[in-house]
């Protein structure tokens, strides 16, 4: 038998450590993916496909009631997340970020009391926030101890609280992560460029606005675009502290409990449709498909301006 | 023939003549109350007794993963051969779906069985049964029998009464209700503990069914206008209080009424056996008036249409809808049975709510309005959120229900 060349030895290696991931890859996110697009284009009878009916379950969901109010409703949730998550927690990582980065004292303890939210489970976090936020829990007690009784609120049923109390909290848990990946990103600014702006004279504010900031651009990319895939996929937050229902008045509803509670239904919420859930599904992934086209788009262009 | 033939051939007469030799047939059963495991296995092994030729195994889930693991099996053309399923809309997607067995010919003692039940076992489309129904829940309002002694009130028979009640408890510095609004679900059970007295029960139930009148009707939003009238007594920032804490301000004795279903009963004498409560009727509008309480059926025990042991599954049908597992329902789980006959000389409190069930109306979405996406339920539920934090009023409630329901509804599509 003819020993095989060192080249085909070598692709078979590959394909041999490659196949397990591509297999995992291939049943769990890809299958799904297409199924769900596939159950989309179809009529339903309960748990029974129906016939064929092209792009009616998408007419639906866009353009007729009661679909369309609920996803428009949803929508603009996520749009919620998006700019509240954007604003407040990304300028705060950046802040804490260059705080840490300039050493300050205590920093190493700082930047571990900030990151270890990052590690706890999202369902526990959600579980924990929703017994501080009660009318007689662990918040509003502290807001009585402090003098601020005329602030207390039912902060998870009030319609106009609940999604930003929901996000504040995901902040909480959350925000460690930007901090850590801008502060490694300011890290890495070459010392060069900071000690020669120094010496030109150029004051701390001017250093970060001129010097830093544009060096950590991709940085600031990678994390925008994982606040935007974040901000449509956020579902654990709700489920945990509100429900499936988008609770109260559909005003924590976001794509993510839309889609699980029309596809799947809960026990109160009647009947699965699984064509019109599916169709909300792959709205909800081509918009996160857009958000990574882009992103690596735009990553691509800015490494080789750099 | 030699010896060896004539042995096997006896052998195989034996097993034809005796089949219970040759095979046990195994059943299995699904249900989504992993809590009541150990006393299902009591029920079961009482049927295996009787029926020594057949052994079933109980296998639960959580009950809120329950319908989707269900459904998945029974798409892929297995599960199991007898499965607890869902009442009305909840019965209608498995039945339609083609993975119910129709029962009439296999469990003659639903005959039996009053016509209330039964309608959870109904499909609407075809008028077959599907099930087996097991329980029946109403609801009420539960109160501290305590604390009525302490402050000397009686159990109100009028709204007015039953308002003074309330102030009386909030004055002498107790929280006078347990109720919230953060889990829409328990607003959907106040209204139907404490609505159907003002919209007309029973009459308004078959008008909006048939489509002879609407949610817009004004014996309607005059009922849902009334929950307002609770604010005052409800607790502080009531809208961001939960199921669980309304829970627990009853059980620890905080609170003194509790309106809720017959279902809470278990819990809270388990949670706190020293507390001494008791149930009334959601008070009428006028005194002398009928006291209607909102009555609904749990689920019921199906077969699987796909099941290779139609037979066995048939006999622990029969079995399930029998008095045995009906007397097992009140003495074990405290829970209403739905087998006729059944003896509740046992636990005074179920005799207490079969009594109330007296004058009953069906709890009138879960009933009437599950069977679609938005369920009526669901747009409830929402809309009474809305309305007791304030933001709407009760024609808007009103209208966002009948409009929701009337994307689908048939009879609502004519008007």
């Known amino acids: 038998m003819q020993a095989i060349s060192r080249r085909t030895s070598e692709r078979l290696w590959i394909a041999f450590f490659i196949f397990p991931a591509l297999l995992i890859v291939g049943v769990i996110i890809l299958l799904p993916l297409f199924m769900s697009l596939f159950n989309s284009l179809f009529s339903w009878r309960q748990l029974i496909r129906g016939s064929f009916a092209g792009l009616e379950n998408f007419r639906r969901v866009f353009f007729t009631e009661p679909y369309r109010t609920r996803f428009m409703n949803a929508i603009g ?22 705080l840490l980065s300039r050493r300050i004292f205590g920093s190493e303890f700082y930047k571990r009391i900030i990151f270890i939210p990052v590690l706890f489970s999202i369902v526990a976090v959600g ?128 794509i993510g409990t839309l889609f699980y509670r029309t596809a799947f239904g809960s026990i109160d919420s009647g009947n699965p449709e699984i064509g019109i859930g599916s169709a909300i599904g792959v709205v909800i992934y081509i918009l996160t498909l857009g958000a990574s086209l882009l992103s690596v788009i735009t990553l691509g262009r800015k490494e080789v301006e750099l | 023939m030699n010896s060896k033939h004539s042995a096997l051939y006896a052998l195989m007469l034996l097993l034809v003549l005796f089949p219970a030799f040759a095979q046990k047939t195994e059943l299995t059963f699904w249900s989504w109350r992993p809590e009541d495991t150990e006393k299902y296995s009591k029920l079961l092994a009482s049927f295996e007794k009787q029926n020594p030729n057949i052994t079933v195994k109980f296998v639960p889930f959580k009950n809120t993963e ?83 002694k302490e402050l000397g009130l009686q159990i109100p028979e009028t709204w007015d009464q039953f308002l003074a009640n309330l102030a009386a408890c909030k004055k002498a510095g107790y929280q006078a209700l347990a109720n919230g609004g953060k889990d829409g679900w328990t607003l959907e ?84 056996p020293n507390l001494d409560f008791d149930v009334f009727p959601g008070p009428a509008a006028k005194k002398g008036d009928p006291r209607n309480v909102s009555v609904y059926a749990d689920g019921n025990f199906s077969m699987n249409a796909a099941s290779k042991n139609k037979e066995a599954a048939a006999k622990l049908l ?89 994307t689908y509804y048939e009879p609502f599509k004519k008007k």
């Open chain 2, 189 to 272: 059970v106040m209204m139907g503990s404490l609505c159907p007295n003002f919209y007309g029960a029973n009459d308004f139930y078959d008008a909006v069914v048939s489509g002879k009148t609407t949610f817009q009707d004004p014996r309607f939003r005059t009922a849902i206008e009334r929950l307002k009238d609770l604010t005052p007594y409800m607790p502080d920032l009531y809208m961001g209080v939960s199921y669980t804490d309304m829970q627990s301000a009853f059980i620890n004795e905080m609170a003194v009424h509790f309106v809720g279903g017959s279902f809470e009963a278990g819990y809270f004498s388990s949670q706190n």
């Open chain 1, 77 to 98: 949730h996520n749009i919620t997340w998006l700019l509240m998550t954007m604003l407040i927690q990304n300028t705060l990582g950046l802040f804490i970020g260059y």
């Open chain 2, 318 to 406: 029969r079995f399930l809808a029998s008095k045995e597992t009906g007397d097992f329902f009140i003495k074990e789980l405290q829970q209403v049975s739905a087998v006729p006959g059944v003896d509740t000389s046992t636990s005074p409190y179920i005799s207490k709510v079969l009594s109330l069930q007296k004058y009953s109306t069906p709890y009138i979405f879960l009933v009437g309005f599950r069977y679609n996406q938005p369920t009526g339920s669901a747009l409830m539920q929402a809309a009474l959120q809305g309305f007791m934090a304030g933001k709407i009023d009760a024609a808007e409630v009103c209208r966002q229900v009948q409009e929701g329901i009337a």
């Open chain 2, 66 to 148: 329950y319908n989707t693991i269900l459904s998945a099996a029974l798409a892929g053309g297995s599960g199991p051969d007898i499965f607890q399923s869902r009442a009305y809309g909840g019965l209608e997607t498995f039945a339609q779906s083609g993975y119910m067995e129709p029962l009439e010919k296999w469990v003659p003692e639903l005959r039996n069985f009053s016509r209330d039940p039964l309608r959870g076992a109904t499909s609407i489309k075809d008028g077959k049964i599907y099930g087996v129904p097991f329980a029946s829940q109403t609801l009420f309002v539960y109160y501290n029998k305590k604390i009525y």
């Open chain 1, 127 to 254: 579980f924990l926030w929703s017994l501080y936020l009660r009318p007689n829990g662990l918040v509003n007690s502290f807001l009585k101890l402090v003098g601020l009784g005329q602030y207390l609120r039912a902060w998870l049923g009030d319609e106009q609280l609940a999604t930003p109390t929901i996000i504040i909290v995901n902040i909480w848990r959350w925000v460690g992560f930007p901090s850590l990946v801008f502060l490694a990103a300011i890290d890495n600014v070459p010392v060069d460029c900071l000690e020669a702006a120094m010496l030109d004279g150029a004051r701390d504010s001017t250093v970060f606005f001129r010097v830093i900031l544009p060096l950590i651009v991709p940085s600031i990319l990678i994390i925008t675009v994982l606040t935007i895939i974040g901000s449509l996929n956020v579902f654990e937050q709700i489920y945990t502290m509100t429900g499936l229902d988008g609770s109260p008045n559909f005003s924590t509803d976001t």
